[in-house]
T-cell receptor, first 113, second 116 residues
Framework: DQQVKQNSPSLSVQEGRISILNCDYTNSMFDYFLWYKKYPAEGPTFLISISSIKDKNEDGRFTVFLNKSAKHLSLHIVPSQPGDSAVYFC????????????FGKGTKLSVKP | NAGVMQNPRHLVRRRGQEARLRCSPMKGHSHVYWYRQLPEEGLKFMVYLQKENIIDESGMPKERFSAEFPKEGPSILRIQQVVRGDSAAYFC??????????????FGSGTQLSVL
């Protein structure tokens, strides 16, 4: 049972445009969400996070939106740059499971010059 | 570099051999997590350890896999009698506080295990 879903395995956008990566979750107990970016042959690195008490968090070109009623969050990258090309993982926390920090399957973003 | 260190980066084993993957967490971190990424798959949680204790091993296969995080030294993920299906990238992450805190994880660069 996949509790965190990233339904788009890949996304391609033009440089300068907006990239929107989506993440859905099923467990209403999740109360904290993080996005990580992963380049090939490297480990994931933290990008941005959001608590369930907020509906938006912004950090430079990156904004994460949380819609709790829909159990949906999205990561917006504006403007997209070729260096943003990577796999993006959504992570959820809470739900009463210790340590079992759930990741989605990831979305591969390609930003074309 | 005080980041999470994993070694080896690449490990080749024949079926039936043992694989030992090492992870040194960031300085000051006492919580370690192991994840596995199969080809074309996401990150699957395996085990969460604190110094000398296994906190959650719900993602570990029941047989052949074990993990430890001794008082001194790195965390070790051990796979006995490897099979081809064990071929994957294994990532270690660490954090200063435990799962109950909203703290990001710091990941190592991973160990790519290839079973011939």
């Amino acid at each position: 049972d996949q509790q965190v879903k990233q339904n788009s395995p890949s996304l391609s956008v033009q440089e300068g445009r907006i990239s929107i990566l989506n993440c859905d979750y099923t467990n209403s107990m999740f109360d904290y969400f993080l996005w990580y970016k992963k380049y090939p042959a490297e480990g994931p690195t933290f990008l941005i996070s959001i608590s369930s008490i907020k509906d938006k968090n912004e950090d430079g070109r990156f904004t994460v939106f949380l819609n709790k009623s829909a159990k949906h969050l999205s990561l917006h990258i504006v403007p997209s740059q070729p260096g943003d090309s990577a796999v993006y993982f959504c992570q959820a926390r809470g739900g009463g499971s210790q340590g079992n920090l759930i990741f989605g399957k990831g979305t591969k973003l390609s930003v074309k010059p | 570099n005080a980041g999470v260190m994993q070694n080896p980066r690449h490990l080749v084993r024949r079926r039936g051999q043992e694989a030992r993957l090492r992870c040194s967490p960031m300085k000051g971190h006492s919580h370690v997590y192991w994840y596995r990424q199969l080809p074309e798959e996401g990150l699957k949680f395996m085990v969460y350890l604190q110094k000398e204790n296994i906190i959650d091993e719900s993602g570990m296969p029941k047989e052949r896999f074990s993990a430890e995080f001794p008082k001194e030294g790195p965390s070790i993920l051990r796979i006995q009698q490897v099979v081809r299906g064990d071929s994957a990238a294994y990532f270690c992450a660490s954090s200063q506080t435990g799962w109950a805190y909203n703290e990001k994880l710091f990941f190592g660069s991973g160990t790519q295990l290839s079973v011939l």
